[in-house]
């Protein structure tokens, strides 16, 4: 028997060989139990908010929490009921589709946001992360170059741990949690200047953006929403915009007042 001689070997790297298990399965984006829990103790442990219903989702828009993802010339929707996420969500769909363009010369395809909890779908989990605004599920390219891409993408992100990234059939998807801090951290890290500055989200897809709209654009609701440069604070972004520090705290849901470049802000309106 020729797979007698690797029993003993096995053996002794069992540990290692539980771990690359774990890698492959990664590799691959295959979707699992294991992955699902691991989104979801994410999600835990980001402490980040499921919404229960409309009523409760309508709330995060209201106070900034959750943020309209507008579509643009880089990314359109798709049979979104709900087009809203958590800000660093955004962030990463308007990254992630501007290189997509670039790098494939089409569009991408946003098909699902955050779902409030009784929006279910039946063959849904019960761990799902959509009820936090923190995942998308992004269409599946149909051109081979666009898949391989984007997959290659995701991969390449998931390996630096900012997100988790499944690869689902039915209907053929890729379901991306984005994890909040680690994922802002990471723009942070790449200097925060992504190619998308010029594709801030607008109110609708406005054409002929102004360069005040590229910085400081309104947003559906009558709210605004910022993308942190380089040497802002949240003093000078507050100041700027005649808001307290607190306010925008309060509006994006940060306790502390490190702030990353690239991040998108939520800035509350006057009352
Ligand atoms: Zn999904």
Request: with cysteine; glycine share 6%; charged share 20%.
């Amino acid at each position: 028997m020729q797979a007698a001689r690797y029993i003993l070997p096995l053996l002794v790297t069992l540990p290692l060989l539980l771990d690359s298990v774990r890698t492959v399965e990664a590799q691959t984006l295959r979707g699992s139990r294991a992955s699902v829990d691991r989104i979801h103790r994410q999600a835990l442990n980001h402490g980040v908010h499921f919404y229960e219903s409309a009523t409760t989702a309508r709330r995060g828009v209201a106070d900034g929490r959750l943020v309209r993802l507008s579509g643009n010339a880089d990314y359109q929707l798709a049979g979104v009921s709900y087009p809203y996420a958590l800000p660093g969500t955004v962030t990463f769909v308007e990254r992630l589709a501007s290189q997509y363009r670039s790098a494939c010369g089409e569009r991408m395809v946003v098909t699902s946001a955050m779902r409030p909890r009784s929006f279910r779908l039946a063959n849904s989990v019960d761990k799902s992360v959509h009820p936090t605004g923190m995942a998308v599920d992004l269409r599946k390219p149909a051109k081979p170059r666009c898949l391989a891409w984007l997959r290659n993408t995701l991969l390449a992100l998931e390996a630096t741990g900012v997100l988790e990234a499944v690869e689902e059939r039915n209907p053929p998807h890729f379901h991306v949690a984005v994890f909040p801090t680690p994922y802002q951290q990471y723009v942070h890290r790449q200097g925060g200047s992504a190619p998308v500055a010029t594709t801030t989200r607008t109110a609708g897809r406005t054409a002929g953006t102004t360069a005040a709209a590229r910085t400081s654009a309104p947003a559906p609701q009558g709210r605004t929403t910022y993308r942190v440069r380089k040497g802002d604070s949240l003093w000078t972004i507050a100041r700027r915009h005649g808001r307290s520090v607190e306010e925008i705290k309060r509006a994006n849901d940060i306790k502390s007042s490190r702030i990353l470049a690239g991040q998108v802000l939520v800035i509350p309106q006057a009352r």
